[in-house]
């Protein structure tokens, strides 16, 4: 009979919840009386067969072995005083099931706290396995996340010791779970570390997309289809899967285990790899583009306490709105009204600068050792980044001012003719071009396979990104700055639109069979009105909200817009005037507002937490983006009209007399511990 909650287990455990149950044991909340904190009780089932009961301590004897941060410890090994029944202890862990961590959204928030984790668990698996140990039965309730987020493994009830037998089989059926189980192991052949590794790519998967990689009526076809399938590509399931995270996943998902990655080490190499391409595809400047739709970027400076200026170089031309300062790797960009795209090193050191016939003002992007960069002529060029030859060139009607996007094999790029071009990203052929009827100076903000793009007319279009077609459009004032745009749950996102009139709409979108889509319930959030004209970008990220802060109203999307950390979503937005706003995401309340000197045209730009904004009148600032506190500020002598750049561990920033500067913490590492307290 099983156990049930009130019951004080061995004088110790006060049973306080259910958290599981299997064929064998139960698994309890419980309060221990001695030692007065929460742990995990997992207790056999009385009158089992005595095969389960060996096997119940043969996992109480492993896991006892196994002290790594990524297994979860034994605490305690006792037996329930009447039944006589095996229990053990474990640490509560607090974070719920991995799948907590995805679906993977583009950010990098998410996507930081999603490879960190599955190289922990590779790792830890990596350690198990050098035991001689293999698990045999990953899944997202084995992987269970501690309150840091991070995964520990669990559950070594199917542990297959090597020098044991290899088929355990119950009454035909093979142990384990259909949905994560490697080929091997499903076919009943022999099973080794390698069929861990699948069972983890699989589990990895599912975190990622939302679903596993192969789904089916029964174990059957499900089994048929890890024997016999490929997986299919997670960026289909995911748009905001990055190339780099799939590449591991499909890898690990190879049917032959000698076609994976060799073992849990090599593993957590690789998604080390993923994350520093993720990093760069996020700091790389796709300015309010392609994948950077939120504003903020992974790598901006650690600490601004004192920020200074690093170096300060002239460039060929004065730098005006809508320019943006883009980096990759150790190059920072920007477009000047003299008719260039300037390259500077990190350092300050001229790289090169590439020519065109009219000014540069649309924000440049970089791709592998190439760069797109539009002008004031509607030329658009692609041109490598060693010796500066042009790959080729698309002439539009009028002017391109805003950046060029990378989506898939293409460069969706919008200009002032009204259209959007689609060109091929090799050749530089147009694929198909999108009449908006209205100037458009913003970029496209592509998300759940569709191009969401504002004309200056007023209207929000919404685009098949592949095909071109059209889905739906909707009025929503007139347009000049790129809008911002966060996912905030397994295929929904908000995008905030801020209209040059001053009205900030919230849109809720859906992803209705793979293509954004207008929420039918509620497409309107919320609306603010800045009364104030907007030049810039909105900015979005997620905050944790300081504990005083205000309560966010429950519901439904007061808990759509919850990260995985507990924060919320804080919408930034600048007016011309110079009031600077923090919105709440989920119903639009004020936060914050701070004044800045001088008319705010710059888009401000949020990386580690702070919020970066510059105006006109040459005032720089870094604020707290939870409150809005002043980290730090800075009065340069000419003004700000171009986006900055906080990428790298420094802020660079191009103002309008022509002067492009880097300013880096000039704090000593040996400080950060509190050595000096001034
Ligand atoms: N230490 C723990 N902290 C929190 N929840 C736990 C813990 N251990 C187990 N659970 C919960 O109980 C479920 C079953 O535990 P598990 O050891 O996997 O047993 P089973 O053999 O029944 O799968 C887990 O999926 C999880 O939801
Ligand atoms: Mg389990």
């Known amino acids: 009979m099983p156990l049930e909650t009130g019951v004080l287990l061995a004088g110790r455990y006060d049973l306080r919840a259910l958290l599981g149950e299997g064929g064998s044991a139960q ?8 030692l007065g904190r929460e742990v995990a009780v997992k207790v056999m089932h009385a009158h089992v067969p005595e095969s389960d009961r060996r096997r119940f301590l043969r996992e109480v004897r492993t896991l006892a072995r196994l002290t790594h941060p990524g297994v979860v410890p034994v605490l305690d090994l006792g037996e329930e005083h009447e039944g006589g029944r095996p229990f053990f202890t474990m640490p509560l862990l607090t974070g719920g099931p991995i799948t907590a961590l995805g679906p993977l959204e583009d950010a990098p928030g998410p996507l930081a706290r999603f490879l ?10 990596h350690f198990v396995h050098a035991q001689g140990i293999v698990h045999r039965d990953l899944t997202p309730g084995n992987v269970l996340l501690d309150g840091a987020g991070l995964p520990r493994i669990m559950d070594f009830g199917l542990v297959a010791l090597s020098e044991q037998t290899r088929h355990l089989t119950r009454s035909g059926v093979t142990l384990g779970t259909p949905a994560y189980m490697a080929p091997e192991q499903a076919k009943g052949a022999g099973v080794d570390a390698r069929s861990d590794l699948y069972a983890l790519g699989a589990v990895l998967y599912r975190v990622a997309c939302g679903s596993p990689p192969f789904v ?40 032959r285990p000698e076609r994976r990655p060799e073992n849990g080490e090599v593993l957590a190499h690789l998604w080390a790899l993923a994350r520093r391409d993720v990093w ?17 970027h992974p790598d901006g400076p650690a600490r601004v306490a004192r920020l200074q200026e690093a170096w300060s170089v002239p460039l060929p031309g004065e730098v005006t709105w809508p320019a943006a300062v883009v980096g990759e790797g150790d190059l920072v960009a920007v477009g000047t009204r003299g008719g260039q795209l300037v390259l500077t090193h990190t350092s300050g050191r001229p790289y090169a600068t590439f020519a065109a016939r009219d000014e540069v003002t649309a924000p440049a992007t970089f791709l592998g050792g190439h760069v797109l960069y539009g002008a004031w002529d509607g030329t658009l060029r692609r041109a490598e980044l060693q010796g500066g030859a042009e790959v080729w060139r698309h002439q539009a009607r009028a002017e391109f001012t805003g950046a060029p996007t990378v989506w898939a094999d293409r460069v969706l790029a919008a200009s002032r003719d009204g259209h959007l071009h689609a060109l091929n990203l090799r050749t530089g052929e147009l694929a198909w071009a999108y009449r908006t009827g209205g100037p458009l100076a913003a970029s496209p903000v592509i998300w759940a396979g569709a191009a969401l793009l504002c004309d200056e007319n007023g209207w929000l279009h919404a685009i098949d990104a592949r095909s071109g077609a059209p889905l739906w459009k909707v009025e929503v004032g007139t347009v000049h700055a790129t809008p911002a745009l966060l996912p905030t749950g397994p295929a929904e996102a908000t995008l905030v639109v801020a209209t040059w009139p001053g009205e900030v709409h919230a849109l809720h979108l859906s992803a209705a069979s793979g293509r954004a889509a207008l929420s039918a319930a509620e497409p309107i959030l919320w609306t603010y009105d800045l009364e104030d004209e907007v030049w810039a970008s909105p900015a979005i990220a997620r905050s944790a909200l300081p504990a005083s802060g205000p309560a966010l109203p429950g519901g439904p999307d007061g808990e759509a817009a919850r990260g995985p950390a507990g924060g919320h979503g804080v919408v930034v937005v600048a007016g011309w005037g110079g009031t600077v706003r923090a919105l709440r995401l989920p119903d639009g309340e004020d936060l914050w507002s701070h004044a800045l000197e001088g008319r705010v045209t710059a888009s401000p730009v949020i990386s580690g937490g702070l919020v970066y904004l510059a105006s006109e009148l040459g005032e720089l600032a870094a604020l707290d983006l939870g409150t809005g ?5 800075r009065r340069e ?5 171009a986006t900055p750049l906080a990428a790298g ?23 950060a511990g509190g050595a000096r307290d001034d």
């Open 27 to 34: 698994v309890f909340r419980a309060g221990d009386a001695l």
């Open 116 to 125: 960190t984790a599955a190289a922990f668990a590779s790792r830890a698996l």
């Open 216 to 255: 089916g009526d029964s174990d059957q076809s499900v089994l048929y289809q890890h024997v016999y399938e490929a997986a299919p590509d997670p960026r289909e399931l995911n748009p905001a899967i990055p190339d780099a995270v799939a590449q591991v996943l499909l890898a690990l998902l190879a049917k």
């Open 280 to 296: 760069t595809a996020h700091a790389r400047g796709q300015y309010r583009g392609g994948r950077v739709r939120s504003g903020e």
């Open 629 to 633: 506190a002043v980290r730090w500020t």
């Open 637 to 641: 002598r000419t003004g700000v009209q």
């Open 649 to 671: 561990g420094a802020l660079y920033v191009a103002f309008m007399d022509g002067t492009l500067r880097a300013y880096r913490d000039a704090t000593p590492a040996w400080t």
